[in-house]
C-alpha cells in the first residue's frame, strides 16, 4: 500500500497570499497518477487535479499541481476566501487506492 | 448531468449487517469502475473498494477485506456494498465514486455502528 502523507497539517494564510500543500508518497506512483480534492465542511469532495497537473473541468488557473515519483505539490497561486477548505491527495498508480491525511487551509 | 445516489444507510449494532446502494445517472455506467470511499466523523478520506466495469477486478482495503463485498448491476446503473460484521470503527459517511479518480460524488449516506 501506498502511504500518502501531507504537510503540513493545517496552514494558516490570509486572502490574496500563496498557498503551497505538500503531498509525499512512501514509494513512486505510477505514471504520476496523482489527484488533489477539495474538501469544504458538510459537503463531498470536489476534484481539483488529476495526473499530477491537469486541472479538473471548471477549476480556475489560479490552481497548479506539480510533481513526480514521490512529490507532489498543489499550489494556490492567490487565496480567494472560497479556498478556504479541507485539501486530499489521492494516488491511483495502484489498485489499492490511497488517500493523504489532508490538508486545511484557514484564514490567518 | 452526472448525479450519485447513495442511499441505505442508518443505525446498526456492532456485528449487525448493512446492503448500501448508488444510483447512477448522467453518464454510461457501465464503461466505469466505481469506488466506495468513506470520511469517519471528523476524519479523512478513506478509499473502502474497487470494482471494474465488468466486475472482474474486486479491490478492497485491508481494514474491510472478508466483511464487506462490492459489487455492481449495470443494467440498472447500480453500484452496491454489502457490508457485514460492522465495527464502531467502519461508522462513517460512505461514498460512490467514479474511479480511479472522481470528477463526481454523490451526497454520500450516514452508517452509523453503535450498541
Known amino acids: 500500500e501506498i502511504v500518502l502523507t501531507q504537510s503540513p497539517g493545517t496552514l494558516s494564510l490570509s486572502p490574496g497570499e500563496r498557498a503551497t500543500l505538500s503531498c509525499r508518497a512512501s514509494q513512486s506512483v505510477s505514471s504520476n497518477y496523482l489527484a488533489w480534492y477539495q474538501q469544504k465542511p458538510g459537503q463531498a469532495p470536489r476534484l481539483l487535479m488529476y495526473?499530477?497537473?491537469t486541472r479538473a473541468t471548471g477549476i480556475p488557473d489560479r490552481f497548479s499541481g506539480s510533481g513526480s515519483g514521490t512529490d507532489f505539490t498543489l499550489t494556490i497561486s492567490r487565496l480567494e476566501p472560497e479556498d478556504f477548505a479541507v485539501y486530499y491527495c489521492?494516488?491511483?498508480?495502484?489498485?489499492?487506492?490511497?488517500f493523504g491525511g489532508g490538508t486545511k487551509v484557514e484564514i490567518k | 448531468e452526472v448525479q450519485l445516489v447513495e442511499s441505505g444507510g442508518g443505525l446498526v449494532k456492532p456485528g449487525g449487517s448493512l446492503r448500501l446502494s448508488c444510483a447512477a445517472s448522467?453518464?454510461?455506467?457501465?464503461?466505469?469502475?466505481m469506488n466506495w470511499v468513506r470520511q469517519a466523523p471528523g476524519k479523512g478520506l478513506e478509499w473502502v473498494s474497487s470494482?471494474?466495469?465488468?466486475?472482474?477486478?474486486?479491490y478492497y482495503a485491508d481494514s474491510v477485506k472478508g466483511r464487506f463485498t462490492i459489487s455492481r448491476d449495470n443494467p440498472k446503473n447500480s453500484l452496491y456494498l454489502q457490508m457485514n460484521s460492522l465495527r464502531v470503527e467502519d461508522t462513517a459517511i460512505y461514498y460512490c465514486a467514479r474511479a480511479p479518480f472522481s470528477p463526481n460524488w454523490g451526497q454520500g449516506t450516514l452508517v452509523t455502528v453503535s450498541s
Open positions: 489521492q494516488q491511483y498508480g495502484s489498485s489499492l487506492l490511497t
Open positions: 470494482i471494474s466495469s465488468s466486475s472482474n477486478y474486486i
Open positions: 448522467g453518464f454510461t455506467f457501465s464503461s466505469f469502475s
Open positions: 495526473g499530477a497537473s
